[in-house]
């Protein structure tokens, strides 16, 4: 009997429902193995591709049988785990997904014979049939919440939010008026636990719902942040932080933080925010702009350019994007990135035009020279992708806002932003001159701007050449303005076309004008700071010559169309351009000793602009240089009442607000004081 050989017992097979079970869970295992992965993309793209199909087969498999109340729960898993793997690997939801939750709902009322008349109702009528369903089984749960949390998230992206707010009143069993606040349901809503022998699923109902909670609370603070309800964007942001927010996302919530913090008047509380933003070390970009905002509101101009300097480094930086994890993310279930957010940083030509123009307001011409060159050699040699930014020297306007590595340092409760290395644009000089001719030939014409926001290209030009000539380069300012006259030469009529239409009374296209005068005005500068009174007075007068001729916009008539917008100016920015002109080119009368030829123009300049007092101080000068007392007392009674007013608050270009600084007389008030007082004495006398 020892001997005897007891055939082993045949094992018995497993059913289908056991086979489709083990498919299930071998996708899941192999979906999870390939999002750790690190193979290249496309081989991890195809991978992902498969398993998809393969579920898909499965899925079909399952509902191309009559449906049954042993198979719902596989058959759901499969088609939360299928709905999950698409929505990933496309990175949104596919308007055919919702057909596959609504075919999921109809087969759970198929087991329950309350199907009929359902089929032709919406999904949220489905929703409301099946879990108002007295006859819904227990184990069925899990997955039914499962494939609720992924409609949640669907209509959470395609902002369905009413919908969104029924479906979870339904799940938490709750429908009064004050269980409308959705954060609240989401923080409220349960799913019930798994079985342990319940098929696998990418993401179980908890997960998801954390993700459309997380997803929520960000919108919400964001949207809040952006109309001004503080409190409320700073409770929303910090359950955002709190919840499943990928890195890059982690990033914006703290540095919408600071924003909102900064605005509520804590600055200190804001840095330690934006600290916590550069810790993460994913995207630098939007807590360094946030942070060049607070060192501005601080005055701390040092700190606040060296922000502007990381920030363009930071855009300047290529990064690879992420593989997707093949799961639903908060990312996800966001819109796309809004160019008015306070959090949007624009593209690397954006961030250094910010740069430069704040180095010229500070008074920093040396170094906003530098970074207005390094900015004209980015957008000139095509070295970016133009985003936002001019093609050929098109009139395209961009909104500004605002080293690849960088470390944050805390300093006496601040940061102190160190460069470690930065690209300047050297490519536009030679020999301490630009050459833009030889490098980059100027286009054919100009395309009108979509927008009115920005500064244009010939103004980005103009702004270079102010900073030049304030930093002592007066040659490389010449540079610059001959290759700006030379792009837009072609666009400047004859002036005997001009003559004419003056004469005929027809109307002219003088945007154009206007910038070859201001280049002609920054010329006559440039030449009066290089000791060459001729050149500078032929400039000047080739400048007020064309600006006699340009039409206000306020006095235009037509559509008030951008393109008609593009050819007009502004009143006050006409009326300042004559005003800089004449004073310019008095001033150079004087340094020639013609002062009767000074004092027509300082003459003609408050005649243009009353009450100027740059124009008022010289004229009041020359008169009494000229011995010609009376004049200048019937002047002074007439203008004082003017001159005491507050100036008001002019919107001008930066490069014609850079170039009036130039105007001030030195101890303006106090020259006007000393007039006051001798005309007082020879009043008494």
Not at 10 to 32: G, T
Not at 120 to 148: I, R
Not at 155 to 178: F, I, P, V, Y
Not at 535 to 543: I, W
Request: with cysteine; glycine share 4%.
């Amino acid at each position: 009997m020892s001997h005897l050989i007891i055939p082993a017992v045949p094992k018995a097979p497993a059913s289908c429902l056991d086979l489709w079970r083990q498919k299930n869970d071998r996708l899941v295992h192999q979906a999870r193995q390939l999002a750790r992965d690190t193979s290249p993309s496309l081989r991890r793209q195809r991978l992902a591709q498969d398993i998809l199909e393969k579920f898909r087969g499965l899925l079909h498999t399952l509902q191309g049988l009559p449906a049954a109340v042993p198979a719902l729960p596989l058959e759901l898993t499969v088609t939360c785990n299928f709905i999950i793997l698409r929505a990933s690997l496309a990175q949104g939801f596919p308007e055919d997904l919702t057909q596959d939750i609504q075919r999921s709902l109809e087969r759970v009322l198929e087991t329950q014979n309350q199907l009929g008349p359902k089929l032709e109702q919406g999904l949220k009528e489905l929703w409301n049939s099946v879990l108002h369903s007295s006859s819904l089984l227990p184990e069925l749960l899990p997955a039914l919440h499962c494939l609720a949390s992924l409609q949640a998230a669907l209509w959470l992206s395609t902002d369905h939010l009413g919908d969104l707010a029924l479906l979870l009143q339904t799940l938490n069993g709750s429908q009064t008026e004050a269980s409308e606040n959705l954060l609240l349901l989401l923080k409220s809503w349960s799913s019930p636990a798994e079985m342990s022998d319940a098929p696998l699923t990418l993401q179980n109902a908890s997960a998801l719902r954390d993700v459309v909670l997380t997803a929520f609370a960000y919108r919400q603070g964001f949207q809040e942040l952006i109309t001004g309800n503080l409190p409320s964007a700073l409770s929303s942001l910090h359950e955002a932080a709190s919840g499943l927010c990928p890195q890059p996302m982690l990033v914006q919530v703290y540095t919408a933080l600071g924003t909102c913090l900064r605005k509520m008047g804590s600055p200190q509380k804001a840095l330690l925010y934006l600290t916590a933003a550069l810790k993460v070390g994913t995207t630098w970009a939007p807590p360094l702009l946030e942070a060049s905002r607070l060192y501005r509101q601080l005055g701390d101009t040092s700190a606040e350019l060296e922000s502007l300097k990381l920030l363009a480094e930071a855009l300047s930086a290529t990064h690879n994007p992420e593989a997707p994890k093949l799961l639903i993310e908060v990312d996800l279930l966001l819109p796309q990135p809004d160019p008015a957010s306070p959090l949007h940083c624009g593209t690397q030509s954006q961030a250094k035009y910010l740069l430069a123009s704040r180095c010229l307001q500070a008074g920093r011409a040396e170094e906003a020279a530098e970074h207005y060159l390094d900015l004209l050699a980015l957008l000139l040699d095509g070295s970016e992708p133009r985003v936002g930014v001019c093609l050929n020297f098109s009139l395209m306007r961009w909104e500004c806002v605002g080293s690849h590595f960088f470390y944050p340092l805390l300093i006496c409760l601040g940061y102190q932003l160190s460069l470690h290395g930065s690209r300047v644009g050297k490519e536009l000089r030679n020999g301490g001159s630009c050459h833009f001719k030889t490098l980059y030939p100027p286009p054919t014409q100009f395309s009108p701007p979509p927008s009115p926001s920005g500064p244009c290209m010939p103004e980005l030009f103009l702004e270079a050449a102010a900073a030049l000539i304030q930093a002592g380069r007066p040659q490389d300012a010449l540079t610059v303005c001959e290759e700006l006259l030379s792009r837009t030469s072609s666009l400047l009529p004859k002036m005997s076309w001009l003559q004419e239409n003056v004469r005929k009374g027809t109307r002219k296209l003088p945007h154009c004008p206007l910038w070859v005068s201001a280049t002609h005005l920054l010329q006559g500068q440039a030449w009066s700071q290089l000791k060459a009174p001729k050149e500078a007075l032929s400039e000047f007068s080739q400048c007020l010559e064309l600006l006699f001729q340009a039409v206000p916009k306020d006095k235009e008539q037509g559509s008030g169309s951008t393109y008609e917008d593009l050819y007009s100016c502004s009143d006050v920015a006409l009326q300042q351009l004559r005003v800089a002109a004449l004073i310019s080119r008095g001033l150079e009368w004087v340094s020639s000793s013609q002062d009767t030829k000074a004092l027509n123009d300082f003459l003609l300049s408050v005649q243009i602009c009353p009450g100027n007092r740059d124009g008022s101080v010289y004229l009041l000068q020359t008169l009494k240089r000229l011995d010609r007392k009376n004049e200048a007392t019937a002047f002074w009674r007439e203008a004082q009442t003017h001159l005491l007013k507050e100036e008001a608050a002019w919107s001008v270009p930066l490069y014609l607000e850079t170039y009036l600084s130039w105007l001030h007389p030195p101890n303006c008030e106090t020259l006007l004081e000393e007039f006051q007082t001798s005309l007082l004495e020879s009043h008494d006398l």
